[in-house]
């Protein structure tokens, strides 16, 4: 039987007995270090997106108090006025009366692109803490409404990555956002990336706009996607508010 071992793998010893190589276990201490940190990266990654899941669970059952916004369908929406898309009557006593009085983390509306296959319960407030919920509404920013500038941001990687497919958001496709109250449609009219100290794309506008924050690329902080829509409509839900 051949004994012969490859000399690269093996070094004498002082007793004269061969053992592996110091590069060797060098290299096969590393491949383990990586794996380790590939498998905890890998193990956290689920942990957040449990996290982000069991928390928009509990959102969507309390949901089941706002009426429309727990089901939302074509159907459930009331006829506008003829001559407007848009139905803001009562619009302060009710959508911004309930926004103003929600407290933070609590459900700001439902989130529906169609293009991202998202579904997704907004909350009231951008903070970190915050975020693991779900895309949150920045609370410097105008509520939707008929004017204004509307902000919600949400995350790209990790707690469920609401706004990993932001990206592939193109001109003229629809964003709808429900309050317990009204569906507020939107219309992509621009995507654009800027640097983290660009907050005034979140400044106020007279024309009701929203606007979508995430960082990017993915992985990283560098910079922000930004999607802006405009409102092209705004119509009232049937049971709107009630249980």
Same mark, same amino acid.
Request: proline share 4%; charged share 25%.
């Given at each position: 039987?051949?004994?012969?071992?490859?000399?690269?793998?093996?070094?004498?010893?002082?007793?004269?007995?061969?053992?592996?190589?110091?590069?060797? /276990?060098?290299?096969?201490?590393?491949?383990?270090? %990586?794996?380790?940190?590939?498998?905890?990266? #890998?193990?956290?990654?689920?942990?957040?997106?449990?996290?982000?899941?069991?928390?928009?669970?509990? %959102?969507?059952?309390?949901?089941?108090s706002l009426g429309a916004i727990a089901s939302p369908a074509p159907d459930r929406l009331l006829p506008g006025p003829a001559e407007s898309?848009?139905?803001?009557?009562?619009?302060?006593?009710?959508?911004?009366? $309930?926004?103003?009085? =929600?407290?933070?983390?609590?459900?700001?509306?439902? =989130? /529906?692109?169609?293009?991202?296959? /998202?579904?997704?319960?907004?909350?009231?407030g951008h903070q970190r803490d915050v975020l693991k919920s779900g895309p949150g509404w920045v609370d410097y920013t105008d509520y939707p409404g008929p004017t204004g500038n509307c902000g919600v941001s949400g995350h790209r990687t990790t707690?469920?990555?609401?706004?990993?497919? =932001?990206?592939?958001?193109?001109? #003229?496709?629809?964003?709808? /956002?429900?309050?317990?109250?009204?569906? $507020?449609?939107?219309e992509v009219t621009t995507k654009f990336r800027v640097t983290p100290d660009r907050v005034d794309v979140l400044d106020h506008t007279e024309e009701p706009l929203l606007t979508l924050t995430a960082c990017d690329p993915p992985y990283s902080a560098r910079l922000r996607l930004i999607v802006q829509a405009k409102l092209i409509e705004a119509r009232r839900l049937e049971d709107a508010g009630q249980e």
């Open positions: 039987m051949n004994e012969s071992v490859a000399t690269d793998t093996l070094e004498p010893s002082d007793s004269g007995i061969q053992r592996p190589a110091f590069g060797r /276990l060098v290299a096969h201490a590393l491949g383990n270090v %990586l794996l380790g940190i590939a498998l905890g990266i #890998g193990i956290y990654y689920l942990a957040t997106d449990a996290v982000s899941w069991l928390q928009q669970k509990s %959102l969507r059952d309390s949901m089941d898309p848009f139905d803001f009557e009562g619009w302060e006593s009710e959508d911004a009366a $309930y926004w103003h009085a =929600l407290e933070r983390g609590g459900v700001f509306g439902r =989130l /529906l692109i169609e293009r991202m296959e /998202l579904d997704v319960v907004v909350v009231k707690y469920g990555a609401p706004f990993g497919r =932001l990206d592939e958001l193109e001109v #003229g496709d629809t964003i709808d /956002l429900y309050s317990p109250f009204r569906r $507020y449609r939107y």
